[in-house]
Nanobody, 126 residues
C-alpha cells in the first residue's frame, strides 16, 4: 500500500489550496483517511480525518476553514483549505488507517496499521 499526496505550494494569507492523496495497492477498504501536518520545530498534529462512512473530525484550529472529503471507490482523500493563515504553514501528510487488502494468493488481510504518504509542503506568506 502506498499513499501519494499532491497539491502543496505557496499561497498568500487568505488564499486557498487543495491537497489530494491517492492510496494504491490491492486495497479493498480503508477505515479512516486523514491529513496531519508538522511545522518546523513542532510535533505532527491531526488536521482532519474522515471515516469510510463520512464522519469527519477537525482540529479546532482549522474548523470552518478546511474541508475533508474522500472517494471510497477511488481510495482518495482531499483537503480543501480556505482562508489560509501564516500558522498553517507546514508539511502536510496523508494518512490511511486500518486497511483491508488482497494478497497475491487472493487471501485478504485486514491490518491495524497506519500508512503515511510523503509530506507535501504548504507555505502561507503574508
Amino acid at each position: 500500500v502506498q499513499l501519494q499526496a499532491s497539491g502543496g505550494g505557496l499561497v498568500q494569507s487568505g488564499g486557498s489550496l487543495r491537497l489530494s492523496c491517492a492510496a494504491s495497492g490491492s486495497i479493498i477498504s480503508i477505515v479512516d483517511m486523514g491529513w496531519y501536518r508538522q511545522a518546523p520545530g513542532k510535533e505532527r498534529e491531526l488536521v482532519a480525518v474522515i471515516s469510510s462512512g463520512g464522519t469527519t473530525n477537525y482540529a479546532d484550529s482549522v474548523k470552518g476553514r478546511f474541508t475533508i472529503s474522500r472517494d471510497n471507490t477511488k481510495n482518495t482523500v482531499d483537503l480543501r483549505m480556505n482562508s489560509l493563515k501564516l500558522e498553517d504553514t507546514a508539511f502536510y501528510y496523508c494518512n490511511a488507517y486500518k486497511i483491508c487488502y488482497k494478497n497475491y494468493d487472493d487471501t485478504i488481510t485486514c491490518d491495524g496499521n497506519s500508512y503515511w504518504g510523503k509530506g507535501t509542503l504548504v507555505t502561507v506568506s503574508s
